[in-house]
């Protein structure tokens, strides 16, 4: 019988033993923390959103990066075959807008509950408070790992499913890096991903907690437009996040990464300048009488209003009856492009996930073998390869792991 060790017991890693396991490999799941899934119980708000139920084909729109790289692992173990999974299980689920997919209960810890049980049945042996300290190879083949209380464990193959830089807290402190480096492969400079902004304007402060739908955000560097997108977004104390933001930082990166960015906000879309500036002129009419910082609260939330005021460059005071066209002008722009400044990503503890990692050019997209280390196998967050919003990277998580624990139990020395 083979035997497979796993490193890490996260999405990846609890997929990666569980399809070793039903290879029929005896499979050993290691995990440095007290229990299993601990990332996997905070995702999604605590929700955890397992997967998106899109076509899978549509699965490959939403990796920014090295999408080529995941097509054997998404049609081996695809989107809806993880749904399958959980509620074969006795998992129930939904889909909620944006085909998002969550347990029915809204809690993840039904999630790795299920996972639990699967990984029990299957004869998965789970170690926890089991720290690697390093991977046994020679002659350019796995034997095994080192503990870090020195004990050794020879195996088969070993799949490396550490997850990545993000959220520190839950164990995630790059082991999975290390032990890539120490074993001769090649690493994609990380970043923080799925990530907040920090902004320059002070007024951003006066919105925080302030929480818009539908609007569309631009992003420029200098004069030329780096992203777009249309959808909900937030502002905090230092600057904004939100699915627009987070799916922003995703797609930005390099040498946007400490270079001032420029932002726009269009509050109203759907309206054009022209139709905006009706629009305006209709409430204008109901409020004629009025200071113009009391006539604006149909056109947008009361906490934008005084930014909207003191960016418009109208008197607050001024009678709406006595504002001049230019300055209606100047308003209707103002709306289609509150102006803010981006200063930089906030830190892997608030990202969501880690960009960049174990190169792919180092690793077999048909198998998830290391071409470097026979029997060395990757999975999950630890290579680069990262989603946007929506259930996607945990969808990679699923289907690297799963990839990686059905063909590291063909492994035999």
Known sequence: MNKVIVIGGGAAGMAAALAAAKEGAKTILLEKNEKLGKKLYITGKGRCNITNACDTEELFLNVPRNAKFLYSAFYTFDNFQVMRFFEEHGLKLKT?????????????????????????????????????????????????????????????????????????????????????????????????????????????????????KNVNVSIFRKNKKIYEDFGEMLFTHFGVSGPLILSASSRIGGKDETAELHMEIDLKPALSEEQLDKRVLRDFDE????????????????????????LSGIHPDKKVNEITKDERSALVRCIKEIPLTLTGRRDYNEAIITRGGVSVKDVNPSTMESKKTEGLYFAGEVLDVDALTGGFNLQIAWSTGYLAGANSAQNKK
């Not at 799949?159 to 890096?177: C, E, P, W």
């Open 96 to 212: 909620e807008r944006g085909n998002r997919v969550f347990p029915e209960s809204d809690h993840s810890s039904d999630v790795i509950r299920t996972l639990q049980n699967a990984l029990k049945q299957a004869g998965v042996e789970i170690r926890l408070f089991t720290e690697v300290k390093q991977i046994i190879t020679g002659q350019q083949t796995v034997q095994g790992v080192c503990l870090k209380n020195g004990e050794k464990l020879y195996a088969d193959a070993v799949i490396v499913a550490t997850g990545g830089f993000s959220y520190q807290s839950t164990g995630s402190t790059g082991d999975g890096y290390r032990f890539a480096e120490e074993t001769g492969h090649t690493l994609v400079e990380r970043q923080p991903s799925l990530v907040p902004f920090n902004t320059k304007e002070s007024y951003v402060k006066e919105m925080q907690g302030l929480s818009l």
């Open 287 to 310: 409020n004629k009488n009025r200071q113009f910082k009391n006539s604006l609260q149909k056109l947008m939330p009361a906490k934008m209003v005084p930014v909207i005021v003191e």
